[in-house]
């Protein structure tokens, strides 16, 4: 293959993917090492990546403990009720004693956050979140993480990160991919690398295909790589299992957090009735009273946990009573309220309000159709996939703890944003504190002297570059031998790969179309079949560069969603009602899953082994305010 290879050296900190997590990382590396030598890889362009790419009209994650709303521990309090118990309280209380402080600098830079003109107070749509005009969010970060590193290579898809072959196997030393343009062949060898590439959206089959395919809740672009990385990597995960569902406007998967805290419009069935409660008497024997407290809902820090919530949704609709609405009716009467209805979505989900005025819905004359979405994997929405990583040395417990805030079981491998599990409601601005967590301790790192010595070989180079272009030359070889269309006895191509992998996932791991339900049987039969996929995905083939970033996402895609499974498998009860159901055990089971599950995949075998983590409780309940 004629691609060049370009190779950068001597990289203290490379930062792969930059997204929101990604820009935090490069800015504080810049802080903490000033002669330091950071790099940026980014798939596509830092102005409009990640999954603020297109704008937000909200940052879901803001204390306000400057103007006396909340403190550190309140949020620990809700995130861990939303979650069902399941979350790392030590990253979760260390990013948010932080994240104020990076909101506050959005706004220097520029970020309009609208404040009340009473009290001098950010604006706020609910308890966590503040309202900005945040179409330039992304553009504006990108800017400081750009002044911050030497250099940031644009439009390159990292496929693998690179291993230390001197004495310690288990030490990341930087990471290949390719340009998705030119086709060039990048090595980055590098001390540390922040793993700030995204989660994981299209790996179970969405509800819109052929056509519609491409409009999903989660960014399209984000193919799991945070995952795909870290886990090809042989870095520990956790909470693998815990995908989320959103409830969403249909079809444009615009949010809803503005419409229900803002707005305060409410849901319906299809015969205009409240369904909700009527779900939880059963419910709660499902969960037990400690997670749904149906007396205590007032309580804004005993919130319905949002998969809960889901749960009523998906029964009802299941009872035949569909569609659920959102009854917009009523708040729209109220022109303001009606002209930030619309805000919402021209700030952030065009083609919600572009899908509204194509289809003659007008909120204000009739009420919406919501819908429950395909699950997606990722970390810092209502949900916390991701590495197993080390918290900070002061709060940390023991088990919680390996020297370096954020690193993950891998020396010297970092994450941020999606890439960390535990740490749930981080959102945008919880997703860049945490890159600046991890910076921080990477350059600490690398001063204690822990990256010295690090061997990268030519033939670990070489190999990957055999096995990157492999799609292409597997394309050169076979192409005559196409018998139909695109059908080819010697090959998948990576639209065939990814439609495989997604009906697989749909059908055992608890997708759309079996109303979100697998058990033991049919997850042990989705880890067979992914095995075969996995075999067959060695012979993907390529016809260009394009398709080549297609087939190394689709490698993404498929070890995010082994991943899942095997995590699913494990956790044998149902922790979740309304983000999936395990058949077989159907009930929340506090004595033997309150624990947070950890894998690892062996690089050489891919054998997976799991084991229980405990989950510690660092902040005691308190009186709401
Ligand atoms: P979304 O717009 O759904 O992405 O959510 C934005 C924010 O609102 C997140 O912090 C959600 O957890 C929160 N949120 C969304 N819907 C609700 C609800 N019905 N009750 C409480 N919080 C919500």
Known sequence: MAYKTIIEDDIDVLVAGAGLGGTGAAFEARHWGKDKKIVIAEKANIDRSGAVAQGLYAINCYMGTRFGENNPEDHVRYARMDLMGMVREDLLFDMARHVDSAVHQFEEWGMPIMRNPKTGSYLREGRWQIMIHGESYKPLVAEAAKKSADKVFNRICVTHLLMDEAKEKNRVAGAVGFNVRTGNYHVFKSKTVIVGAGGASNIFKPRSVGEGAGRVWYAPWSSGSAYGLMVGAGAKMTQMENRIVLARFKDGYGPVGAYFLHLKTYTQNGLGEEYESKWFPALTKMVGKEYLDTENQHLSHKPIPTCLRNHAFINEVNAGRGPIHMVTMEAFQDPHLEEIGWHNFLGMTVGQAVLWASTDVNPKYENPELTTSEPYVMGSHATGCGAWCSGPEDISPPEYFWGYNRMTSVAGLFGAGDAVGGTPHAFSSGSF?????????????????????????????????????????????????????????????????????????????????????????????????????????????????HELLRAWELKHRHLTSESVLQHTLFRKETRWPGYYYRGDAMKLDDENWHVLTVSRRDPETGEYTMEKAPCYHLVGEDEDK
């Open 433 to 545: 504190t945490e890159g600046r967590l991890a910076a921080k301790a990477a350059c600490k790192y690398i001063d204690d002297g822990k990256a010295e010595g690090i061997v990268v070989s030519g033939k670990q180079i070489d190999d990957r570059k055999e096995e990157i272009y492999k799609p292409m030359e597997h394309y050169k070889i076979f192409r005559n031998e196409i018998t139909a269309g695109s059908v080819n006895p010697n090959y998948i191509n990576p639209r065939q790969g990814l439609d495989r992998l997604q009906k697989l996932m749909d059908e055992y791991g608890g997708g759309v179309t079996v109303s979100y339900m697998t058990n033991e049987k049919l997850l042990n039969i989705g880890l067979k079949k992914m095995k075969l996929l996995e075999e067959d995905l060695e012979k993907i083939a390529a016809e260009d560069i």
